[in-house]
T-cell receptor
Framework: DGGITQSPKYLFRKEGQNVTLSCEQNLNHDAMYWYRQDPGQGLRLIYYSQIVNDFQKGDIAEGYSVSREKKESFPLTVTSAQKNPTAFYLC?????????????FGQGTRLTVV | GENVEQHPSTLSVQEGDSAVIKCTYSDSASNYFPWYKQELGKRPQLIIDIRSNVGEKKDQRIAVTLNKTAKHFSLHITETQPEDSAVYFCAASKSFIIQGAQKLVFGQGTRLTINP
């Protein structure tokens, strides 16, 4: 079953703790993305990666970090430096070509800071 | 950078009527405009997209129009059905020929409710 999988679906974190969200895809896509979704604000880009061992900051990268050690995996770490981490996080992937194509999304992880 | 504004934020229509959602973008170099539908508790999924060399595209009850001069594009849903109820997002991106990865910028979303 091909697709993009995020885990866990729900995550609770204590203030001051780092937490890592998992994103795995078996679509053989080169590009992967992390978005944050808040009510009334659409989807905002945190980080994106177009190739293994390379990634770029999006519009709201502060307080987040990523790695891309494997083509299939693009984990996101929400650090204690992120002031307001409670949100819904969506991972996506797309074929890396010079012509734009559909971005496929995971089912999301809802992070709550307690 | 690119900025995408989407209106309205909520829209309620009677079943069978049409619904229109509008978006404007700021970067004239943007050349790809997808629309995503997100049902409650589910992931966003592409429903239709348009590229800047086309003014209109239609897929059954869904159509998208693009006005490059005015930098706005719209989603039209005709003969609405209860299953059309969802949050709809527009987005814009441009090619990064060297980098190759598209950078989608999303609108704020429109919550569409179809009343039976």
């Amino acid at each position: 079953d091909g697709g993009i999988t995020q885990s866990p679906k729900y995550l609770f974190r204590k203030e001051g703790q780092n937490v890592t969200l998992s994103c795995e895809q078996n679509l053989n896509h080169d590009a992967m993305y992390w978005y944050r979704q808040d009510p009334g604000q659409g989807l905002r880009l945190i980080y994106y990666s177009q190739i293994v061992n390379d990634f770029q900051k999006g519009d709201i990268a502060e307080g987040y970090s990523v790695s891309r050690e494997k083509k299939e995996s693009f984990p996101l770490t929400v650090t204690s430096a992120q002031k307001n981490p409670t949100a819904f996080y969506l991972c996506a992937s797309s074929i890396m070509v010079t012509v734009e194509t559909e971005a496929f999304f995971g089912q999301g992880t809802r992070l709550t800071v307690v | 950078g690119e900025n995408v504004e989407q209106h309205p934020s909520t829209l309620s229509v009677q079943e069978g009527d049409s619904a229109v959602i509008k978006c404007t973008y700021s970067d004239s170099a943007s050349n790809y405009f997808p629309w995503y539908k997100q049902e409650l508790g589910k992931r966003p999924q592409l429903i239709i997209d348009i590229r800047s060399n086309v003014g209109e595209k239609k897929d059954q009850r869904i159509a998208v129009t693009l006005n490059k001069t005015a930098k706005h594009f719209s989603l039209h849903i005709t003969e609405t059905q209860p299953e059309d109820s969802a949050v709809y997002f527009c987005a814009a991106s441009k090619s990064f020929i060297i980098q190759g990865a598209q950078k989608l910028v999303f609108g704020q979303g429109t919550r569409l409710t179809i009343n039976p």
